[in-house]
């Protein structure tokens, strides 16, 4: 099929993407494969100056607006049926200042991209642990990963970000300027403009960390679980855990026997000395009779890329997600009972141990407010395109379930875990009155009309409310 597009957007110089374009069904595709929508034009924006034209031009044709960064958000909040895609996948150039420390990231880069730069000086920030996860929306969210117990979560190492607003101006927003839209947009989510750049503080990391997982028999849940509450109590900041309760992956680095198999894994990451490493995850590795260990010294960017292929990009996904008040023996109770009831192998319940540097920063320097929570669980349901709709219909009510089961040891969310059923409810209690709050006067100064609303939206305050 030959491009016929020939729509022009005054002032921009990057592809305009229609209907009738080559391009336009892979552009339109998002990493959620249940994602069908079809918006009228996607402009591929090739700069900062592309943005905003973009924007003017969506104002002034009354287009809604949706703001693609990396495709992940499950809801497919990066596409819009009808109106315009502010694309920006093809800024994605990250640049390192190593004697500053800093990196200044395009809006449209993946994890991998800043880990491929940061790494070549031995340098890393905390970011998302799937390597095409894009920048954008994990960061505004608040941005949880390995290194946040050492380093704060992706939100505590923002510097400044460059911002198109929903007017189309270009401005920058740090703790001197524009400190308002500055501490919402660390953790508010896409609502108050288009991030074209941010730059972020970056630490020591690597190249070499002790990292990896250790799998256990399904039946094991409970004890390694228990065994996992007590071991993370005591787990030095440098430690980065999450618990992952699937079956082993079809991966090429495990025997084929052990493939598909139901299992509880830990999943560890040092980020520090290899021998301060090696002593911290002992006594995980030593716990009970793992069917497979592969804890050991590698690369921390290819630790980032190892869950990769696990979560491959065009797979049909639901998930259901919540911060938890502790893992009680109760809560582990309910945990292994519903974790392996999944009929799909692909699916998985997956914990994270929060806490260290991110309870130490002060409760209101960020939108981000889930500070106080030590552990939360995504319930990620997962099957193939091809699978019918029974498939689909027991790995939701699974997820359902599950949460559901959990109720009464909810303590708020993680906004980047939820999924398109989860409504302004479930955005305010991400948030919590106060936060929602400061949340919708910054909306309502900078986006009073509510232009970037396709996210999980904060209403923008009117002087009655
Ligand atoms: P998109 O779908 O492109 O965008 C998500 C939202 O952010 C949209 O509303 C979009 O408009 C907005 N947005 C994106 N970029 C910009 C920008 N530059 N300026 C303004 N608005 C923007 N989260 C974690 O914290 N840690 C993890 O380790 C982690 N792992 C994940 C692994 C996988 C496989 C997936 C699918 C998700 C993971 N997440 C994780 C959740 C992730 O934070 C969200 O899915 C997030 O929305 C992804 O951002 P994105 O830019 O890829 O998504």
């Known amino acids: 099929m030959t491009t016929r597009t020939t729509i022009r957007i005054p002032g921009f110089r990057g592809d305009v993407i229609a209907p009738d374009h080559h391009d336009y069904d892979d552009a339109r595709a998002v990493w959620n494969g249940t994602v069908d929508r079809r918006p ?27 703001v693609r960064g990396g495709g992940h958000n499950v809801a497919g909040a990066a596409v819009c049926d009808g109106g315009i895609v502010i694309d920006l996948s093809a800024m994605r150039a ?41 920048v954008g929306g994990l960061t505004l969210g ?12 992706a939100v ?47 630490h020591s990391v690597g190249p070499i960390v002790i990292a990896g997982p250790v799998f256990w028999p399904a039946e094991d849940t409970t004890e390694v679980l228990r065994f996992y509450r ?6 030095p900041d440098e430690l980065g855990n999450i618990v992952k309760l699937t079956t ?7 025997d084929e026997h052990l493939h598909f198999q139901p299992t509880i894994a830990v999943a560890s990451c040092y980020a520090g000395p290899v ?28 630790h ?12 049909h996904y639901y998930w259901k997600a919540t911060n938890l008040t502790g893992l009680s023996d109760e809560v582990i109770d309910i945990v292994a009972a519903h974790a392996h009831r999944a009929t799909s192998p692909r699916s998985y319940a997956a914990m994270f141990h929060m806490g260290g540097a991110i309870p130490r920063a002060p409760r209101d320097a960020t939108a981000y407010a889930g500070r106080d929570v030590d552990h939360n669980i995504i319930v990620h349901a997962a099957w193939l395109p091809e699978q019918d709709d029974t498939v689909r219909a027991a790995e939701t009510a699974w997820a359902r379930a599950f949460l559901d089961a959990l109720q009464l040891h909810r303590a708020g969310v993680y906004v980047n875990f939820l999924d398109s059923d989860d409504d302004a409810s479930r955005v305010r209690e991400a948030y919590g009155d106060d936060t929602y709050r400061r949340l919708a006067d910054v909306k309502a100064k900078f986006d009073p009309e509510n232009v970037l609303h396709n996210n999980k939206n904060i209403q923008p305050r009117t002087p009655a409310q």
């Open 40 to 66: 009228r034009l996607i402009a591929r924006c090739s700069g900062t100056a592309d943005v905003a034209a973009a924007v003017r031009y969506a104002r002034d044709r009354d287009l809604e607006i949706a």
């Open 94 to 134: 990250v640049s390192v200042d190593p004697v500053e420390r800093t990196a200044l990231v395009q809006g449209g880069a993946l994890w991998g991209d800043v880990d491929h730069e940061t790494q070549a000086h031995g340098l890393a920030t905390t970011g998302g642990i799937v390597s095409h996860t894009g």
């Open 142 to 153: 608040g941005g949880i990963g390995w290194l946040m117990r050492k380093h704060g979560l």
């Open 156 to 202: 505590d190492n923002l510097v400044e970000a460059e911002v198109v607003t929903a007017e189309g101006e270009i401005i920058w927003a740090s703790a001197s300027d524009h400190p308002d839209l500055f501490w919402a947009l660390r953790g508010g989510g896409g609502n108050f403009g288009i991030v074209s750049s941010f730059r972020f503080a970056l």
């Open 230 to 235: 007590e071991f993370v109590t005591d787990a």
């Open 248 to 254: 082993i992956p079809p991966l090429p680095v495990i």
């Open 275 to 302: 021998e301060d490493g090696e002593r911290a995850v002992r006594a995980l590795r030593q716990f009970g009779k793992p069917l497979l260990d592969l804890v050991g010294p590698t690369l921390y960017v290819d």
């Open 304 to 315: 980032q890329s190892g869950l990769d292929a696990t979560v491959p990009h065009g797979w």
